[in-house]
């Protein structure tokens, strides 16, 4: 059972693409001939889901803006509220930024021999990483990709950006041979505080290598074309392509590998789980409670394609005949009930109005060199909106939900839906037509 989350927060509303917005004044929505096909996790072709034509909405963006990003940053006081030389002196300027690589030398009765590396990178012996030099990788080494951000323990996309930088692996490999490594653990700047320092940790087999297809961890220095802003956690930040934010720590200093196979993430010690990927799931827009008689009504909001891909969002409109009944996590209230297909926003016509200047497809991971398309749509671990457009109601009590359908056809909130692995639950608006 999942708790369906109400919506008594329409003043609220995060920085979204509500691109349907401006189709409440009109009777229809144009559809596309939908002829693009995705691909399952069995690698057989999938019915794509129904498409909107083009983008309704000219004036929000594909990708988020810096500035629009909604802010779950840590710290007292956060780092990038420090300026002059407190900045400087934390390590936060492009000139002062430095990278340390190191290893655990810790043992006890399950690490039986401390990591090793030929090479420790440090700013006490000078070879600590700048970000001149992570610049020099990345010319030769650097990726691309859109993804999503979003917290583990928050309901909503916290924004969707390009971001740009250099795998994880071509750094570590700048630190010579490896023994008895597995695992590497980071974090950044946090007050020079241990009580407020978090950190997050991958295997060595997930920072080493990548499947042909998916996308590597990576350092980041971009973000939509331009360094990443300070509140965006630059200059440097880990991404994490399929994870959520907590793996993605802001501005990065320190990396170390060591032998404990034991996943030390502050949110591992914080009781959640910390392998958890990107779910699929789908999130409803703020709506008015009260909607007018003989009118259209719109519903729209972001999906996400997580680990699992996305074959479709769909709808449920349930009449109330009374008097509204408590929001419980008794699903019962929709089993048996017949859900409606939504529609998606379909791939920009043209991406090169989409993508920052002087970035072509083909330089971005998920795109195919040849045509310049995304491989699928949606584009994995990223999202884009929907909507679903309602003919004029009949006055009287309504509940509204939406939820997401994988390719494997599990609907959300399956086939994870404990929340420790992050929060899926399936959404409801309450209105009144009056």
């Excluded at 802001?250 to 060591?258: A, M």
């Excluded at 009949?394 to 390719?407: H, Q, T």
Aim: hydrophobic residues 35%.
């Amino acid at each position: 059972m999942t708790l369906s989350r109400s919506n008594n927060d329409f003043d609220e509303a995060i920085s979204r693409r509500d691109f349907v917005n401006t189709a409440m004044t009109s009777a229809t929505v144009a559809l596309s001939a939908a002829s693009l096909l995705s691909q399952s996790a069995n690698g057989q072709p999938q019915e794509s889901p129904m498409v909107l034509e083009g983008n309704l909405d000219r004036n929000k963006p594909y990708l988020t803006p810096a500035g629009e990003f909604r802010d779950v940053s840590r710290g007292t006081p956060k780092p990038f509220t420090l300026q002059g030389d407190a900045l400087r002196d934390a390590r936060l300027t492009a000139e002062t930024w430095r990278l340390e690589v190191t290893a655990d030398e810790t043992v006890d009765d399950v690490v039986k021999q401390p990591a090793k590396i030929a090479q420790p990178l440090t700013i006490a012996d000078g070879t600590a990483i700048t970000l001149e030099r992570l610049h020099e990788l990345g010319r030769e080494h650097g990726v691309k990709f859109i993804k999503a951000m979003q917290c583990l323990n928050i309901p909503t996309p916290l924004g969707q950006g390009l971001w740009e930088g250099v795998p994880l692996r071509e750094v570590l490999k700048l630190c010579g041979p490896l023994r008895d490594v597995r695992r590497i653990a980071y974090w950044g700047f946090h007050n020079n505080e241990p009580q407020q320092m978090f950190r997050s940790s991958l295997s060595f087999t997930q920072a080493m290598e990548t499947p042909p297809g998916e996308l590597p961890p990576f350092l980041a220095y971009k973000l939509n074309g331009e360094p990443i802003p300070l509140e965006r956690g630059g200059p440097v930040r880990m991404v994490i392509p399929w994870a959520h934010g907590f793996k993605s720590i802001k501005w990065l200093q320190q990396i170390v590998l060591t032998n404990d196979y034991r996943a030390n993430d502050t949110y591992a010690q914080q009781n959640n789980d910390p392998e958890s990927h990107l779910k699929t799931a789908a999130y409803i827009d703020p709506f008015p409670k009260v909607v007018d008689a003989g009118k259209p009504v719109v519903f729209s909001g972001l999906v996400i394609s997580g680990l699992s891909g996305l074959k479709r969002v769909e709808y449920w409109l349930h009449h109330v005949e009374s008097e509204m009944p408590p929001v419980t996590d008794d699903e019962s209230t929709w089993e048996g009930a017949k859900w409606s297909p939504c529609e998606l926003e379909a791939p920009p016509r043209d991406w090169l109005s989409v993508l920052p200047q002087g970035t072509a497809p083909r330089d971005v991971l998920g795109f195919d060199a040849a045509t310049g398309q995304s491989v699928t749509w949606p584009m994995r671990y990223s999202m884009v909106s929907w909507s679903a457009q309602l003919p004029p109601l009949p006055i009287g009590k309504y509940e509204f939900r939406a939820r997401a359908v994988d390719l494997n056809d599990y609907a959300q909130p399956d086939p994870r839906r404990v929340a420790k692995s992050g929060r899926n639950e399936v959404e409801v608006r309450r209105f009144e037509v009056k």
